[in-house]
């Protein structure tokens, strides 16, 4: 998770400027957060990876004021209905960088300190939710020194004064030689045209993304107006990085204004500043926090986390903050609404049974399994259940299921789906950690997702996977021998082709006439998708 530090002072200038440390503590921690340090100057804080918003101390600031009850901002609407500028998107990024949202800020007032925030947030927020720029850039620009028209697109390797440099620089140069360069070099995709996502105005470069800025258009302490640009590869995450920005920067006391983006076939403009509601019955957040709340005092806990909300009988609509991520759904409402009411306040309650507590069978046969393994000298993983067509399948040289059972709007390309089978995941595993002396060996007991009838259905699975110079069919067929006689149940092999294992060295395993698995010596060109360099072999059971 990452460490913020930020100004102290600032913080508490934003919140309370009396604010006693130990009361600030208190809060931060109140809202699920640990304080990691604290001194005289500055705070350091692990915030939870699914919370960008809180990156920055006006974001902090702001969640804090909500939890205090000191603040009633839950709406940010910008009031001028005409864009202020705009920029055309070429069709040179379409495959590589292809979309941007943009703002524009008047009426800013910096100091040292609120401007070295909101650099550090708008850092840390790139280098950790961004991923290191990949996913999202954020650029800031004196909006004075920028004249309209804008295009954003791929250029060829043309010259321009990066920021903080004393001349001018080729684009290719700026990569090669200077630090920034090299360290986002493979965010810009290598192409044999040689061309670079750049966003120009009618100057010149503004800058080449997502490396660096132009100098021109430095921001300084100084600077009253803003231009700010958000690229990416998620047209979702791009706008709604423009909207937290936006949220910030009002927060601040300034004034935002619109930009039109112009693509190919359609306009957009931004910040959207858009929200989405949820409606939780009363009874579920009571059931699942496990305490009485009423519908009446709903709404002052809802009220600590930002949310505005209105109730109809017994269902509460929230509506979601424009600048929060990470709400999707009913559960991600329970979890504020129990962080509003205070975990110190949740008490255990007993369990009143006449029954004794004991391990069910399954849970005994999946636990005898998993000794076996590990026995037999296997490394247990824990993966997560979620990935996508291009791992589930397409790697493993399988054609696309379409009736796997599928996430509704995806928020990221690589979670769209339930895993099907766990080898996939083992792989990962294996590519993962090639600087372990081989053989490597790794197994996974748990669930894999299929659909039976359009209904979802949940299975166990146990999957085993030896990677090393002499990891061949029998290795594999003698670690089946072991999990066979441990299940308990008839099984035999027969001769079978699956494409992800290689031709005449691959098997079926069947028990009581019906298939439940395959065991083999994994493709080459599977190995190479996965970038495995050992010779690999593989069984996968459906317990």
């Not at 800058?207 to 100084?222: F, G, H, Q």
């Not at 204004?257 to 403009?269: A, E, F, L, P, S």
Request: glycine share 6%; proline share 4%; charged share 25%.
């Amino acid at each position: 998770m990452p460490v913020i530090t930020i100004d102290k002072r600032y913080l508490k200038r934003l919140t309370e400027p009396d604010l006693g440390d130990e009361k600030l503590a208190e809060r931060i921690s109140k809202l699920g957060f640990n304080v990691e340090s604290m001194d005289e100057k500055e705070i350091s804080i692990e915030i939870t990876s699914n919370r960008p918003d809180l990156l920055g101390a006006v974001g902090l600031a702001r969640a804090i004021n909500h939890f205090s009850h000191k603040s009633k901002r839950f709406h940010y609407q910008i009031t001028e209905e005409a864009p202020l500028l705009e920029i055309v998107v070429g069709a040179g990024v379409r495959k590589t960088r292809p979309y941007i949202a943009s703002l524009a800020v008047t009426g800013l007032k910096f100091d040292e300190v609120s401007l070295a925030n909101l650099l550090n947030a708008t850092d840390k927020f790139t280098e950790t939710y961004g991923r290191q720029r990949k996913k999202i850039a954020i650029g800031l620009h004196n909006l004075d020194e920028v004249s309209a028209p804008l295009r954003y697109d791929a250029y060829k390797n043309e010259k321009f004064v990066p920021l903080s440099g004393t001349g001018e620089m080729a684009y290719s140069d700026i990569i090669e030689k200077t630090e920034k360069g090299r360290r986002y070099a493979e965010t810009i995709p290598k192409s044999g045209a040689k061309r670079f996502p750049v966003l120009k105005d009618e100057k010149g470069a503004l800058a080449l993304i997502p490396i660096i800025n132009s100098e021109r258009t430095k921001v300084t302490k100084e600077t009253k107006n803003l231009l700010v640009d958000v690229t990416g590869i998620s047209e979702y995450l791009v706008n709604k990085t423009a909207d937290l920005l936006a949220a910030n920067f009002m927060d601040m006391g300034a004034s935002v204004r619109k930009v039109q983006i112009v693509y190919r076939n359609k306009t957009v403009i931004t910040p959207q500043l858009s929200t989405d509601s949820v409606r939780v019955p009363v009874s579920m957040l009571e059931n699942e926090i496990g305490v009485e709340i009423g519908v009446n005092n709903v709404g002052s806990l809802a009220d600590k986390m930002g949310y505005e909300s209105s109730y109809t009988g017994n269902i509460v609509n929230f509506l979601v903050p424009t600048y929060r991520f990470d709400v999707i759904n009913e559960q991600d409402i329970v979890e504020d609404i129990a962080i509003a009411y205070g975990y110190e306040y949740i008490r255990p309650a007993p369990i009143r049974s006449v029954n004794s507590g004991g391990l069910d069978t399954l849970t005994i046969y999946r636990s005898s399994i998993t000794e076996a393994m590990a026995g037999l000298g296997f490394d247990q993983m824990m993966n997560s259940y979620l990935s996508n067509d291009q791992v589930n399948f397409t790697m493993m040289r399988m054609p696309v299921e379409k009736s796997a059972v599928r996430i509704r709007n995806p928020k990221s390309e690589s979670i769209t789906m339930m895993r099907t089978w766990i080898v996939p995941s083992l792989l990962r595993n294996i590519a993962a950690s090639q600087n372990v002396p081989s053989p490597l060996e790794a197994f996974e007991l748990d669930m894999a997702f299929t659909m039976k009838n359009g209904k979802p259905i949940e299975g166990y699975h146990m999957a085993a996977v030896s990677a090393g110079s002499r990891s061949d069919f029998n290795t594999i067929k003698a670690v089946y021998e072991s999990v066979s006689k441990e299940m308990g149940v008839e099984c035999k092999i027969e001769a079978a082709n699956h494409p992800s294992f290689i031709e005449g060295r691959c098997a079926k395993i069947v028990a009581n006439g019906k298939g439940i698995g395959f065991m083999g010596e994994i493709h080459p060109q599977v190995l190479n998708n996965f970038g495995i360099e050992e010779p690999t072999a593989a069984l996968e059971i459906e317990l």
